[in-house]
């Protein structure tokens, strides 16, 4: 199975200021016939179910703040919340559809205000 | 919008079967590939399978021989059953949706999963 390293683990930020968390693949989860990397991302807040952001490693999903964008190629990712928000505390995954199934996903990266 | 809801015991005995339910409102359960997902401390995020309307099914070889998957397309609803638990398959149980994008003789290869459940909290405990 792909392996998904986030990192760091947790990440506390002002309001306003720019958040990044990073993702690591084991296997490269672009397919070079259609130049697609099969990464998604996600937003979970307690008491909620995960949201999906981003999926196509880049593509925003329907209804997500434009603050929130990301990038990345191959086995590295980023997601980037340019000015965080306070509703933006959650605990973010990515997740690797390339090999899926079985899909896996990276340990999560738990954000918090400084 | 469609949604999923989970439900089940929050309570399973060691050695005996976990059974849960997801129930899809606002939308239909056929075009659609069906998964399980739980959380835990330990592995966080693991896929343990999926089904479709016609019963298709694909598992997660780490789980393969104690899950089955079932659909009741008349209640738009699909169950898992896991047996022989242990302490370790302590977890939120997501039930989640997602599209497919191409399927050969065995398996379909899902996309990303664009609407999950609440999730279910299920202890393993005597």
């Known amino acids: 199975d792909i392996v998904m390293t986030q990192s760091p683990d947790s990440l506390a930020v002002s309001l306003g200021e720019r958040a990044t968390i990073n993702c690591k693949s084991s296997?490269?989860?672009?397919?070079?016939?259609?130049?697609?990397?099969?990464l998604a991302w996600y937003q979970h807040k307690p008491g909620q179910p995960p949201k999906l952001l981003i999926y196509?490693?880049?593509t925003r999903e329907s209804g997500v703040p434009d603050r929130f964008s990301a990038s990345g190629s191959g086995t590295d990712f980023t997601l980037t919340i340019s000015s965080l928000q306070a509703e933006d505390v959650a605990i973010y995954y990515c997740q690797q559809y390339y090999t899926s199934p079985p899909s896996t996903f990276g340990q999560g990266t738990k954000l918090e205000i400084k | 919008q469609v949604q999923l809801q989970e439900s089940g015991p929050g309570l399973v005995k060691p050695s005996e079967t976990l059974s849960l339910t997801c129930t899809v409102s606002g939308g239909s359960i056929r075009n659609y590939y069906w998964s399980w997902i739980r959380q835990t401390p330990g592995k966080g995020l693991e896929w343990i399978g999926y089904i479709n309307y016609s019963g298709s099914t694909n598992y997660n070889p780490s789980l393969k021989s104690r899950v089955s998957m079932s659909v009741d397309t008349s209640k738009n609803q699909f169950s898992l059953n896991l047996s022989s638990v242990t302490a370790a398959d302590t977890a939120v149980y997501y039930c989640?949706?997602?599209?497919?994008?191409?399927?050969?003789?065995?398996?379909?290869?899902?996309?990303?999963?664009?609407?999950w459940g609440q999730g279910t909290q299920v202890s393993v405990s005597s």
């Open positions: 989640a949706r997602s599209t497919s994008r191409n399927c050969d003789s065995s398996t379909c290869y899902l996309d990303w999963f664009d609407s």
């Open positions: 296997q490269s989860v672009l397919y070079s016939p259609n130049n697609k990397n099969y």
């Open positions: 196509w490693a880049s």
